[in-house]
């Protein structure tokens, strides 16, 4: 995502069948720590981990899409080889109009599009450039429109028509209220032809960082910092969002509550404390059990639980624990990986080609540009067949996910 913007107006107060069945766990664990019930099929503890803290396993394990569709099996073969992998980046286009750059990465059908620089734009102008957006985009396959619609100082899209989401350290504190709330946002957003909010935030802040932890903390971004209200929270979110018609994204897997800096501005992010074990991981469980069909991928590195690799090019974190511990069958996707500073060294088509072998299925770029480098990149290493059929259920995982949201038609 891009860097958070100062906030500029006090916020308002909130008003008083998924991609399935991923973790069960016992409620027991967390029990008696306070946190109310809510009306999402909430998880309250994760399941219970082997005694490894990382797992052993150095290659992906991803494991196949749940069985394709005949809709999406017939998208899928109809798509020439530079289609399909232009469904696996996602671009930004500016929420208030559409840039030459955006003009020129969306004549290449990307899969999707996240809006940006929205804060003064209303919502008849946002439902005119997204309606533009697709019409070239989209034009074949349509394209997943994308936001950051948190809350607080981290809301793209707040003029007119757009309510002013209070920050998630707020709409933490009544989970109970907070699913019907988030249905609200997100019918907004469905209104203007948003189809997945980059949100709700499950990291948990380590209490003994609170404002020093600059992504999350600094910011207010975090439902708490006690797994046990924010799990329910993150379930409640979900399920606001999805009874909208919106898909959520549980964000920035596998936790950024734990670090000091900032991967979108700061280099060499290192969670020292994160394992595959983390209790925090709780309130990611939370939210796949509540059907959250997106998953963004931190740009950190976290030692304890793959020593060698950022979080987004680890098999060991998106294959072994994401998929296999927490039985997550959605789509991964990237955090903004245009700008980011944690990944300056890295090359563009790389960026993308590196999380793709690594498990992942979907590149998320501000920078419109960036399209044609990645997909060059893609179609260069699929000429390695484990690589295209790795690069291959990605763009089935992308195509199933966009029949989900009732965008795919055949």
């Avoid at 991981?281 to 950190?300: D, K, N, Q, T, W």
Wanted: hydrophobic fraction near 45%; aromatic fraction near 4%.
């Amino acid at each position: 995502m891009t860097p958070p913007r100062p906030d500029r107006r006090p916020s308002r107060s909130a008003s008083p069948a998924h991609l399935a069945g991923a973790v069960l766990v016992a409620a027991g664990l967390v029990a008696g720590c306070g946190a109310g019930s809510t009306p999402a099929p909430a998880v309250t503890a994760a399941p219970a981990p082997p005694s490894s803290s990382a797992p052993a396993a150095t290659t992906p394990t991803t494991p196949a899409p749940p069985g394709s569709s005949a809709c999406v099996t017939a998208t899928y073969d109809r798509l020439t080889p530079a289609q399909r992998w232009t469904q696996l980046v996602v671009v930004g286009v500016g929420a208030g109009g559409v840039s030459p750059a955006a003009r020129a990465a969306l004549a290449k059908e990307p899969g999707g599009v996240i809006l940006t620089d929205g804060d003064t734009a209303s919502s008849d102008a946002v439902t005119k450039v997204v309606t533009s957006a697709q019409a070239t985009g989209g034009a074949d396959v349509p394209m997943l429109v994308t936001a950051d619609q948190e809350g607080g100082q981290v809301q793209e899209l707040e003029g007119p028509g757009f309510t002013r989401i209070p920050a998630a350290t707020a709409q933490g504190r009544d989970p109970d209220a907070l699913r019907g709330d988030a249905r609200t946002w997100g019918k907004e957003l469905r209104d203007v032809g948003v189809t997945a909010d980059l949100a709700p935030v499950a990291d948990v802040v380590d209490p003994a960082l609170g404002t020093a932890n600059a992504p999350v903390g600094k910011f207010g971004r975090q439902f708490g910092t006690d797994v046990g209200a924010v799990a329910p929270a993150v379930g409640a979110f979900v399920g606001g969002l999805r009874d909208a018609g919106v898909a959520p994204t549980l964000k920035h897997f596998p936790g950024l509550g734990e670090v000091r800096q900032n991967t979108d501005v700061a280099a060499d992010v290192v969670d020292t404390q994160t394992s595959a074990d983390s209790p925090s991981l709780r309130s990611f469980a939370a939210g796949i059990e509540a059907g959250a069909p997106l998953v963004m991928v931190s740009s950190a590195r976290y030692p304890k639980i793959d020593p060698d690799h950022e979080a987004l090019f680890s098999s060991r974190i998106l294959g072994d624990l994401l998929r296999g511990r927490l039985g997550f069958t959605g789509v991964v996707m990237t955090d903004d990986v245009g700008v980011a500073k944690a990944l300056a060294d890295v090359p563009v088509g790389a960026r993308a080609t590196r999380f793709l072998a690594a498990g992942g299925d979907l590149v998320l770029t501000v920078a419109p540009q960036n399209l044609g480098p990645m997909v060059d990149a893609i179609t260069a290493a699929a000429r390695e067949p484990a690589f295209a059929a790795r690069a291959q259920d990605a763009v089935r995982r992308v195509l199933a996910l966009k029949e989900q949201q009732g965008i795919l038609h055949c």
